[in-house]
């Protein structure tokens, strides 16, 4: 698009604009408030970055995913025409509830402050402009709306450009990119929200006034916490097969190790895409929504590269166990996708397809390292993982019940299917003690244990454990996952240290 073609675009934007407020009375058609005759600036607001802890681009594409994956196909098809093309068709294809988003309660603030003394404000974005409408009705503090129209991308020399024949008397510019520079170039005054080190500098050897506001955390901290390191507790499943059977060489040690690593890999990017997929939900619940992508600690984008970043890297670990191994991952890699896209909206499946998730951690286990596993182990684990994904869902409903919800947000599931919940994780924890029983009176039992007697003592551990978990989750003294509850709850530390005694107990005696 040459210059000329660019600035007639942008002249039509604005007459656009301006039709469409006159039609719906929304503003005077004088844009700039008078001071004693003189034109006063106006503060400028942008919305990604700024006035919300997150991305429009991403937020759209991403609740378009999780709409339907079929979606990926209408954005593929949007791709050639342009950036405001696909603005625009992801704001069609991602229903989004603008209350929900992540707003910078400092940037509120200040533009609160300068209506108080009189000022006028506008919010201006690259976001596709019915967004910008639909986000700057529910605030309630701008005079002004204007975003892409899905031909022009209102983003940095344009949007200079656009605002300097809009506003004539002058605007103050808040922005948080180094897009935003061309428009601070052109701006009375520079605010800027959480810009970096040596952008700062940048505006301010600019021959204007500057201000600078810091909201945001540490980025390393939102990071980590994102990928969930307290999740990895559930992949030191893949060392079960080898204390089954007592294999404790160097050799196999170290490929349970690798297999952990790589489990973790995989398992942090499905936790990204879970997250990615779950903003909205996680957004309604009193305790997901602090989490760094759905309350805007950690950038949309940083999510969607590492995605498949830390795939690729658990891939090329797997790869060192051998393709039996990369194979398996690549079916946990499916079936959670699946289940995040599909399963974890249907009722009972979402439950076995969990179970299914744990047991499958076992089998890697027993694949990279070489060792059988049981139909004991795997009856077992069936069993007693199908409990803890149970028990998950009935935390979920207790939620739901003290939040005064009709159902899970996100589920398929009513708060009247709580006590059916409750008894499946009770029936299923049960019954894998009941295996252990069994188990204990098996041939292969005595080819691993000198003495069998201590080893009864697991099952009513188990049994005590089991049944406090779900008297916990009952009480709403739990959190969403039974796991990460047990490993910071001393109760249940002390039993996982029982157990191990009695089974050395039981191989030493």
């Given at each position: 698009?040459t210059e000329?073609q660019t600035?007639?675009?942008l002249m039509a934007l604005?007459?656009d604009?301006?039709?469409s407020?006159?039609?719906?009375?929304?503003?005077?058609?004088?844009?700039?408030a008078r001071?004693?005759g003189?034109?006063?600036p106006?503060?400028?607001v942008?919305?990604d970055?700024t006035?919300?802890?997150t991305?429009?681009l991403?937020?759209?594409?991403?609740?378009?995913?999780s709409n339907?994956w079929?979606?990926?196909?209408?954005?593929?098809?949007?791709?050639p025409?342009?950036?405001a093309?696909?603005k625009?068709?992801?704001a069609r294809?991602?229903p989004l509830?603008?209350?929900?988003l992540?707003f910078n309660?400092?940037?509120l603030d200040y533009?609160?402050r300068?209506?108080d003394?009189g000022g006028r404000?506008?919010?201006v974005?690259?976001t596709?402009h019915?967004?910008?409408?639909?986000?700057?009705?529910?605030?309630g503090?701008?005079?002004?709306?204007?975003?892409s129209d899905?031909t022009?991308?209102?983003?940095?020399?344009?949007?200079a450009?656009?605002l300097s024949?809009?506003f004539?008397g002058?605007f103050?510019?808040?922005?948080?990119?180094?897009?935003?520079?061309?428009?601070?170039?052109?701006?009375?005054?520079a605010v800027?929200?959480?810009?970096?080190g040596?952008?700062r500098?940048?505006?301010?050897a600019?021959?204007?006034a500057s201000?600078?506001?810091?909201?945001?955390g540490s980025l390393?901290?939102?990071?980590?916490?994102?990928?969930?390191?307290?999740q990895w507790?559930?992949?030191?499943l893949?060392f079960l097969?080898l204390?089954?059977a007592?294999?404790?060489?160097?050799?196999?040690?170290?490929?349970?190790v690798l297999?952990f690593?790589a489990y973790?890999?995989?398992?942090?990017?499905v936790y990204?895409l879970?997250d990615?997929l779950?903003?909205a939900?996680?957004?309604?619940?009193?305790?997901?929504?602090?989490?760094p992508?759905?309350s805007?600690a950690?950038p949309l984008a940083?999510?969607?590269?590492?995605?498949?970043?830390?795939?690729?890297?658990?891939?090329?670990?797997?790869?060192?166990?051998?393709p039996?191994?990369?194979?398996?991952?690549?079916?946990?890699?499916v079936?959670?996708?699946?289940?995040s896209?599909?399963?974890?909206r249907l009722?009972?499946?979402d439950i076995?397809?969990l179970?299914a998730l744990y047991?499958?951690?076992i089998?890697?286990?027993g694949?990279?390292t070489?060792?059988y596993l049981?139909?004991?182990?795997l009856?077992?684990s069936?069993f007693?993982?199908?409990?803890l994904?149970?028990?998950?869902?009935?935390?979920e409903?207790?939620s739901?019940?003290?939040?005064?919800?009709?159902?899970?947000y996100?589920?398929?599931?009513?708060t009247g299917?709580?006590?059916?919940?409750?008894n499946?994780a009770?029936?299923?924890?049960?019954?894998?003690?009941?295996?252990m029983?069994?188990?204990?009176?098996?041939?292969?039992?005595?080819?691993?244990y000198?003495?069998t007697?201590?080893?009864?003592g697991?099952?009513l551990?188990?049994?005590?454990?089991?049944?406090?978990?779900v008297?916990l989750?009952?009480?709403?003294q739990?959190q969403?996952?039974?796991?990460?509850?047990a490993?910071?709850?001393?109760?249940?530390?002390?039993c996982?240290?029982?157990?191990f005694?009695l089974?050395?107990?039981?191989?030493?005696?």
């Open positions: 698009m000329s600035s007639a675009r604005q007459a604009a301006s039709r407020m006159n039609e719906h009375t929304i503003v005077p058609t004088d844009l700039t001071a004693g003189v034109l006063a106006v503060l400028v942008d919305l970055g006035l919300i802890r991305d429009m991403y937020e759209t594409f991403w609740a378009a995913l339907h079929l979606n990926v196909a209408a954005v593929l098809r949007a791709l025409r342009g950036r093309a696909l625009r068709t992801l294809l991602g509830d603008v209350a929900s992540p309660e400092e940037v533009v609160r300068w209506r003394q404000t506008a919010l974005s690259a596709d019915r967004l910008v409408e639909r986000i700057s009705e529910h605030v503090l701008f005079d002004d709306a204007y975003g899905g022009v991308n209102l983003k940095g020399p344009r949007k450009a656009f024949a809009r004539p002058g103050v510019y808040m922005g948080d990119s180094g897009s935003d520079y061309a428009i601070w170039e052109r701006a009375k005054q800027t929200v959480d810009v970096p040596l952008l500098s940048r505006v301010d600019l021959a204007i201000e600078h506001l810091t909201t945001r390393v901290s939102a990071f980590w916490r994102a990928l969930r390191p307290h507790l559930k992949n030191t893949v097969p204390l089954a007592h294999q404790f060489d160097s050799v196999s040690i170290g490929k349970a297999a690593v973790s890999l995989v398992a942090s990017s990204l879970n990615l779950d903003l939900a996680d957004r309604a619940h009193p305790r997901k929504r602090a989490r992508f759905a805007g950690l940083w999510g969607t590269a590492l995605v498949p970043g830390l795939l690729l890297a658990g891939s090329l670990v797997s790869l060192l166990l051998g039996a191994f990369l194979a398996i991952m690549a079916i946990y890699y079936l959670t996708t699946v289940y896209f599909v399963l974890k009722l009972i499946i076995c397809a179970a047991t499958l951690r089998v890697a286990g694949f990279a070489d060792v049981s139909v004991w182990l009856a077992f069936i007693f993982f199908f409990s994904a149970a028990m998950k869902r009935q935390t409903l207790v739901s019940v003290e939040e005064g919800e009709g159902k899970a996100g589920r398929g599931y009513i299917d709580l006590p059916l919940v409750t499946m009770v029936g299923s924890g049960y019954v894998s003690v009941l295996v029983a069994l188990y204990l009176n098996s041939p292969a039992v005595r080819q691993l000198f003495e007697a201590p080893l009864w697991i099952c551990v188990l049994l005590f454990w089991l049944s406090r978990m008297m989750a009952h009480r709403g739990m969403d996952d039974p796991v990460v509850f490993a910071q709850d001393k109760v249940s530390m002390l996982a240290g029982l157990i005694g089974a050395v107990a039981g191989m030493i005696m």
